[in-house]
């Protein structure tokens, strides 16, 4: 996979300007805002993280649902997508048409820096499959590339600092890497009933419900791994409820932190991007 070459990317970090996407799963492998810090003495130019993009692409799944008649399934996973292309094609059809919100961020951050690289760091395979499809993602580091990258520099103990994302700021999708993060904060009220959506994480569940579907269900909130992306293969290797943990108190701390308006993620700098296909 030529866009997950460490070797390189390490090498263009020392004369390129380079963006790091970084997803809010981050939180159960590495200590924010250390990160940002760790990041920076790396050689990145820019830290962003993907909650504004999640932001959006929950604008494009409300506006979908409010009129569809029919079962939509969230794509926000690659590794369901790949699932149902490959084991039920008649699902295909019902897999919602809009960005994941790697792809999104991806998206914004080539138009509002248009220089720079970007490089997504992953918890998973399907994530560096679907990063090495995109022409929006440069480059992909896995989060245990990143503690070994991080262990080989000598960054492992550096002072985190007072430092926060560079622009696009967003709270509440923070809870976007847990199982229902995507239905629990789309605002679906009003929308859809809560008994015609249904969140399942691991994709044995998720083919269990596929092979025997509950035709009262509407929107599918799905993830290929147990927890959503904070159970992906790369991601360390403690339980699931302590990584869930650590999420919930990333978002409690988020909500506390006064973020200059500046940083903010607003839909104007997306103005001119389509995040559907």
């Known amino acids: ?25 981050f939180v159960a492998d590495f200590e924010y805002p250390k990160i940002i810090t760790q990041l920076e003495m790396l050689g990145f130019d820019k830290v962003v993280e993907l909650t504004f993009g999640a932001k959006l692409v929950n604008r494009e799944y ?20 790949e699932v149902v292309n490959k ?11 809009v960005d994941s919100p790697m792809i999104a961020m991806a998206k914004i951050c ?9 490089v997504f760091l992953s918890p998973c395979d399907y994530k560096k ?30 002072k985190e600092g007072k430092k926060i994302f560079d622009r696009f700021y967003n709270d509440y999708t923070k809870i976007y890497p847990l199982a229902g993060g995507l239905s629990k904060t789309a605002h ?24 025997k579907p509950d035709k009262k269900i509407k929107f599918l909130d799905v993830n290929f791994c147990e927890g959503g992306c904070i159970g992906g293969l ?11 943990k650590k999420v919930i108190a990333y978002l409690n701390k988020a909500k506390r932190e006064k973020i200059p308006l500046p940083r903010r993620g607003t839909f104007e700098k997306a103005e001119g991007l ?3 296909y």
Not at 87 to 97: D, G, R, T, W
């Open 1 to 25: 996979m030529p866009k997950n070459n460490i070797e390189l990317i390490l090498k263009e970090l020392k004369h390129k300007k380079m963006v790091a996407l970084v997803a809010p799963s």
């Open 62 to 81: 409300h506006r979908i649902l409010r009129t569809s008649k029919e079962l939509v399934i969230a794509t926000v996973c690659p590794g369901i997508v």
């Open 87 to 97: 084991n039920y094609p008649k699902y295909k059809k019902n897999l919602i048409k």
């Open 110 to 118: 080539k138009k509002i820096y248009p220089k720079h690289k970007t």
């Open 129 to 158: 499959i679907e990063a090495s499809k995109s022409s929006y993602v440069d480059y992909v580091i896995d989060y245990e590339q990143l503690r070994k990258i991080f262990k080989d520099k000598n960054l492992e103990n550096v």
């Open 188 to 211: 679906l009220s009003g929308i859809i009933k809560p008994s015609e959506i249904k969140h399942i994480d691991g994709i044995t569940k998720v083919m269990q419900f596929l092979k």
């Open 234 to 244: 790369h991601t360390c290797k403690i339980p699931i409820a302590q990584k869930k």
């Open 274 to 276: 389509k995040f559907n």
